[in-house]
């Protein structure tokens, strides 16, 4: 990596955290997939350098475009919200399974093996307070026809439809978590996304869905997983996951606690559990087994058993 080219990405993330409230703790040469030089920064939050997230992106990448560094401006204050969870990089799916992201490996890549489209590979992990094994290794693949729609195929601008359509795919039982296998297809097509309306797609949610999304969010992320800490509910993540807006998870929430299920912070973004919410915790645990028996493909136990047509 150019000298020149490191300092000046390193200047522009810098200049785009600290306006969103995060500071580069550090900063490492990386490799990515191809083995073309990327810069990984560490960035952590101005109030708690204790939490952190790492972000990398390709050696030449210029966002001094203003549209590029308006989105990265953006992805970056949404982060600096989302490290105030007491674990940023957990997720749930709209099954009921809390999952945490990991091992991403950015910028995009060409595929390898000669086909259109262009992959980023990662990984999700069961966590439901039990120090499960169950994971999927993912392999996320962009088609071109979608790939256009992106401004760059870069972590700031794919990280959160990327996580959508993994939990998507899950959500159709086209994943499943598993104590170790190879890797598994994450098709991302324009069936993600509407053009007309310019937005993406993932699942079309009723009020009572979304308010059973969100005090399920809170009972795994800060009840069980987060020591009570408060979660964040307003992330437009899942906002475009639910195929709704922050303003109407806004009231959802505010619904929640009126109903006594959570409890929210001063600034109404950020919630904790009640003692009533904690309280249906074997329905929770049994929202997670129905889940893990839906996404085990029964075709593989019929095969096992001898009972096929071919």
Not at 118 to 143: C, I, W
Not at 263 to 268: C, I, P, Q
Request: hydrophobic share 45%.
């Amino acid at each position: 990596m150019g000298m020149g080219t490191q300092a000046v990405l390193a200047g522009q993330v810098e200049a785009a955290a600290k306006a969103a409230g995060l500071v580069v703790a550090s900063s490492e040469v990386g490799r990515d997939f191809s083995g073309n030089p990327t810069t990984r920064f560490t960035l952590a939050l101005v109030a708690d350098n204790a939490k952190t997230q790492v972000v990398e992106l390709s050696d030449k990448f210029d966002f001094s475009r203003a549209d590029m560094l308006a989105e990265v401006g953006v992805y970056l204050a949404e982060a600096a919200k989302r490290l105030k969870n007491p674990r940023p990089d957990c997720y749930l799916t709209l099954h009921g399974l809390p999952l945490s992201f990991d091992k991403f490996t950015w910028p995009f890549h060409a595929s390898s093996s000669g086909a259109d489209t262009f992959l980023v590979h990662g990984e999700v992990r069961l966590e439901d307070g039990e120090a499960s094994v169950l994971h999927a290794k993912v392999a996320a693949s962009m088609t071109v026809t979608f790939a256009e729609i992106v401004k760059a195929p870069e972590q700031p601008f794919a990280e959160g439809f990327i996580y959508n359509a993994v939990r998507k795919t899950m959500d159709q039982g086209q994943l499943e978590l598993v104590k170790s296998g190879n890797r598994q297809p994450v098709p991302v097509t324009t069936r993600f996304y509407s053009p007309w309306k310019k937005r993406f797609n993932f699942n079309d949610t009723t009020e009572a869905q979304r308010q059973e999304y969100l005090a399920a969010k809170v009972f795994w992320l800060s009840g069980v997983l987060g020591g009570g800490e408060p979660v964040w509910l307003l992330d437009p993540r899942d906002a475009q996951y639910l195929n709704t807006t922050v303003e109407e998870l806004k009231k959802n929430a505010m619904a929640l606690a009126g109903e006594g299920v959570v409890r929210l912070a001063a600034d109404t973004e950020y919630a904790t559990p009640t003692e009533a919410l904690m309280g249906h915790r074997a329905q929770y645990v049994a929202e997670v087994a129905a889940a893990l028996a839906f996404i085990k493909p029964t075709f593989n136990e019929e095969m096992r058993g001898g009972h096929t047509n071919m």
